[in-house]
């Protein structure tokens, strides 16, 4: 799949793409009452940008540069952009 592909609503995602971003890392609590990292990365493809959310550790698994492969991710709305989210059962890896 290419990000210029995606649309609200979307799961079960797989696509390939490079990190050309990635924000400092804030503390945020969630909806679960916990507290965790969050952060924003930004991943190209030849067909378009789209942010991706990163929690927890998914942070300190990438870096900018890397090609990533993502497995099962979906896509919502937020702030009135897409954005691509991998949930835990999903999967970002390096290639």
Not at 18 to 46: C, H, L, N, W
Not at 49 to 52: M, R, S, T
Not at 57 to 60: G, K, M, S, V, Y
């Given at each position: 799949?290419?990000i210029?592909?995606?649309?609200?609503?979307m799961s079960?995602i797989?696509?390939?793409?490079?990190?050309?971003?990635?924000?400092?890392?804030?503390?945020?609590?969630?909806?679960?009452?916990?507290?965790?990292?969050?952060?924003?990365?930004?991943?190209?493809?030849?067909s378009g940008?789209?942010?991706?959310t990163?929690?927890g550790?998914?942070?300190?698994e990438i870096?900018?540069?890397?090609?990533?492969?993502?497995?099962?991710?979906?896509?919502?709305?937020?702030?009135?952009?897409?954005?691509?989210?991998?949930?835990?059962?999903?999967?970002?890896?390096?290639?």
């Open positions: 799949m290419k210029n592909e995606l649309r609200i609503g079960g797989e696509l390939t793409a490079e990190v050309i971003e990635i924000s400092e890392p804030r503390k945020v609590r969630t909806k679960f009452g916990y507290q965790t990292r969050v952060a924003r990365a930004m991943i190209k493809d030849d940008e789209i942010p991706l990163l929690w550790n998914q942070i300190d870096n900018v540069g890397d090609k990533i492969k993502i497995t099962d991710g979906y896509v919502r709305e937020f702030r009135g952009e897409l954005q691509l989210n991998v949930p835990r059962k999903g999967k970002i890896e390096r290639v």
